[in-house]
């Protein structure tokens, strides 16, 4: 396994998560990471990702101003924190490593060629 997420959970609506992508067996120094969440009967969608360098990311709309991504450039570890969860949050989140070493929120998900095993965020009211 070569990318893995976690830190999902069960959580209270209004409630924060932090997810976790670890890196190993393969530098990905040089490539952007996007964080996709896949939610029962739905496409897997983009959320949030971060540049290779770390100094640039991007948000889809639906957790623009409540989720912040990060990249831990010391371990490549990449970081989503996730506040003010609501209903519509719950998913299956994944991480992925894009073939480009930038991050913009049109990226396509046929740019990315490395997954990760998912975690389950869930979110109750």
């Known amino acids: 396994v070569q990318l893995q997420a976690s830190g999902g959970g069960l959580v209270l609506s209004g409630a924060s998560l932090r997810l976790s992508c670890l890196t190993s067996?393969?530098?990905?120094?040089?490539?952007?990471i996007g964080w996709f969440r896949q939610a029962s009967g739905k496409d897997r969608e983009f959320v949030a990702g971060v540049s290779a360098s770390g100094g640039s990311t991007a948000y889809a709309d639906s957790v623009k101003g409540r989720w912040t991504v990060s990249r831990d450039k010391a371990t490549d570890t990449i970081y989503l924190q996730m506040n003010d969860l609501q209903r519509g949050d719950t998913a299956v989140y994944y991480c992925a490593s894009s073939s480009h070493p930038y991050i913009r929120a049109e990226t396509k998900i046929d740019e990315y060629d490395s997954w990760g095993q998912g975690t389950q965020v869930t979110v109750s009211s």
């Open positions: 067996g393969r530098a990905f120094s040089r490539n952007a």
